[in-house]
């Protein structure tokens, strides 16, 4: 082709015709550039065609993680949140009968831990500026929901700290500790301990109110946390139809 067109000009000036071949220079110049544009043109069609397939596949990939993390959120709320009603029903002395003289006592100074894994979308944010999410909502979400889950495990972290220093101290010195490792460990209750002591001991009754207050921010945490993994999945489901 290269060939061609020089044969061209070769004959145009050996003929002596200069205005016909200016002519036909300027035409190839501008042959050369359309070429040139239309490369560029396909070529960045072709990086927008990528980059939408990294970004598709990048939010298909963020929903299992949010699916996932909203099984794990769903079970260990309502474990959670069943602890936190039977702390108040006790504290307003309204625990059922059965329950005062039993080891369900002292499920009431224990917590569930949560499992909320979100180790993709942290490395979304983390690499802001050259993540392939174009939708700034979905983002905001995702910010939105990473502030909450370290506002959830800072609650978390708290209770812990509860246990450790407070309450397992408590339960070790009034002989209960023991009570706990049968029924969690050895899989059996134990016949001996006196639950109802347990059940009218006013130290207790201290303990469990200052970890209800803790308890109860972080349970109000984790229905925020789940809110808010709901309206992501709908966000995304509306979004892909």
Same mark, same amino acid.
């Given at each position: ?97 059965? *329950? ?91 016949? *001996? ?49």
């Amino acid at each position: 082709m290269i060939k061609f067109f020089r044969k061209i000009r070769f004959n145009l000036m050996s003929e002596n015709k200069t205005g016909r071949y200016f002519k036909y220079a300027i035409g190839e110049i501008i042959l050369v550039v359309i070429g040139i544009l239309i490369a560029l043109q396909v070529n960045n069609w072709n990086e927008k065609r990528v980059k939408l397939n990294n970004e598709r596949n990048l939010i298909a990939s963020i929903v299992e993680e949010v699916k996932a993390s909203k099984i794990n959120l769903s079970n260990d709320l309502k474990t959670n949140n069943e602890i936190l009603n039977n702390m108040s029903l006790y504290l307003d002395d309204q625990l059922p009968e059965s *329950d005062r003289e039993s080891s369900a006592l002292l499920y009431l100074s224990a917590h569930n831990n949560i499992y909320v894994e979100l180790p993709l979308i942290l490395s979304v944010l983390e690499n802001n500026e050259t993540t392939p999410i174009s939708d700034t909502h979905l983002l905001k979400f995702l910010r939105e929901l990473n502030s909450l889950k370290t506002k959830m495990s800072i609650s978390e972290t708290f209770l812990d700290d509860f246990w450790n220093s407070n309450m397992s101290e408590f339960l070790i010195r009034k002989k209960f500790a023991f009570s706990v490792v049968d029924k969690v460990i050895r899989k059996k209750v134990s016949k *001996d301990i006196n639950y109802r002591s347990l059940y009218d001991d006013d130290e207790y009754k201290n303990l469990l109110s200052i970890k209800w207050i803790l308890h109860n921010t972080w349970v109000s945490d984790q229905k925020k946390t789940l809110n808010l993994l709901n309206i992501i999945l709908d966000y995304l489901e509306t979004s892909s139809n």
